[in-house]
């Protein structure tokens, strides 16, 4: 096969690769955007093909893939509203990096379908009225660097899975009914400066694992029963 042959048929191929790959990221893209759309907080921008930065609350990168979601304060307010749009519409925006979701008024559960959004890097639900506890599918979000769950109604213990979140440089859980004592595996986050567990109900004596975390900057343990005998950083 002559030279210039076999160059035209590389230069075919790569040309075809590449055409198919964007058509791959154009179908991705729509079926991003439809899903949105099918939610009741964009419906309103249902005549759009794409994803535009005029959507309310909405960013999106170069390629117009949703990468930040802020909706804090639109009194969303309706659980099964929000455990739908993240498993039918979140979960389909593979490059969301942050959702803040404070100050909405919403009740019920953390809906477990956050587990999908395994880019997150800062997720905020803080100020609503979410009860119930903290499910592992937290531990499945590698990537967080921030998570803000203050000022809800969260019961039951704090998970020993969320010391899977290894990247996490702020933890705030500050509630009003969190019990039990704070799990030796928060200790793996070794790059944790604020962390926050006040106003809760925890007990039982500060875990040594803590004293690894030579990042902290605050550590508030207020209001809570615990045995506060000072621990050694190590």
């Known amino acids: ?71 804090s304060g639109f009194n969303l307010g309706d659980n099964n509203l929000i455990t739908s749009v993240i498993t039918k519409a979140l979960g389909n925006s593979k490059n969301l990096s942050e959702l803040d979701l404070s100050n909405d008024t919403f009740v019920g559960p953390i809906p477990s379908a956050l587990g999908l959004l395994t880019n997150l890097s800062n997720l905020d639900f803080s100020y609503n009225e979410i009860n119930g506890s903290i499910v592992s599918e937290r531990g499945m979000l590698k990537k967080l660097l921030v998570l803000k769950l203050e000022h809800n109604k969260l019961d039951g213990p704090i998970p020993s899975s969320l010391g899977h979140l290894t990247s996490l440089t702020k933890l705030c859980l500050n509630s009003k009914q969190m019990s039990s004592s704070i799990p030796l595996e928060i200790g793996n986050m070794k790059d ?43």
């Open 1 to 71: 096969m002559a030279p210039s042959v076999f160059i035209s048929i590389l230069v075919v191929a790569w040309a075809l690769r590449i055409f198919m790959h964007a058509t791959n990221m154009v179908i991705a893209m729509d079926f991003e955007a439809k899903a949105l759309q099918e939610s009741e907080w964009w419906s309103s921008y249902s005549n759009d093909t794409s994803i535009h930065p005029e959507w309310r609350g909405i960013k999106c990168n170069n390629g117009g893939s949703v990468t930040e979601i802020n909706m």
């Open 192 to 234: 944790l400066k604020p962390f926050s567990l006040k106003y809760n109900k925890l007990i039982g004596p500060i875990p040594s694992p803590l004293g690894h975390l030579t990042n902290l900057t605050e550590l508030d343990l207020d209001s809570n029963q615990m045995n506060k005998i000072p621990f050694h950083q190590k």
